[in-house]
């Protein structure tokens, strides 16, 4: 390993490590001003869009792993596909489900369903539903349905998800308003 590959993973340890703690502006400085993130099925954003991001996570607790796949390093340029696994977990109580994709509609639709344990103990479907306006614009709808025998038990944690839910439509809101227009190639 060369030192360079060396100093990018530790980079992206610092990274991980701060983004755990929370320290935001350890995160912002490992960037230069000109950095540009490609995230699949989003138009790549820079350090700014990051920044304003991230003010809508506060008391988000963020934890995860990076897995460099593959770094390539050609004189001054750099580049890396990343394997991320991250849990980010709103203020208030956490619960970890496994999801099942169950839909997908390409620009309309996202579906699953998450269980805890067995069928019928507390199953979430979860749904993100968007829906072109006359002006242009995109309806962003987000809804959860519980059920289950656990539900009543559960009804101030199920109660903290709806708040994390809600920082999140927050955050894709600001995201949505300062991103440039996502301009798709047309098929030929």
């Known amino acids: 390993m060369t030192p360079d590959e060396e100093a990018i993973r530790a980079l992206v340890q610092r990274w ?44 988000t607790r963020v934890e995860g792993t990076a897995d460099i796949q593959e770094l390539q390093i050609l004189g001054d340029f750099a580049w890396m596909r990343n394997k991320l696994r991250v849990t980010i977990t709103p203020p208030g109580r956490s619960m970890t489900f496994k999801p099942t994709l169950l839909a997908v509609e390409q620009d309309r639709l996202l579906r699953w369903r998450g269980r805890l ?28 349905t519980f059920t289950g025998v656990l539900v009543p038990l559960f009804s101030q944690t199920l109660d903290d998800t709806a708040i994390g839910f809600a920082q999140m439509n927050r955050a894709l809101r600001n995201r949505a308003v300062t991103a440039p227009p996502l301009i798709r190639p047309t098929d030929p």
């Open 16 to 59: 991980m490590d701060a983004s755990k703690t929370g320290d935001t502006a350890t995160v912002l400085s490992l960037m230069t001003d000109d950095v540009l993130f490609t995230v699949s099925g989003k138009e790549p954003f820079g350090k700014k869009a990051f920044a304003a991001g991230s003010k809508n996570m506060l008391g």
């Open 117 to 144: 344990g067995v069928p019928g103990l507390l199953d979430g479907q979860h749904e993100f539903h968007l829906k072109p306006l006359a002006d242009g614009g995109t309806r962003f709808l987000q809804t959860e």
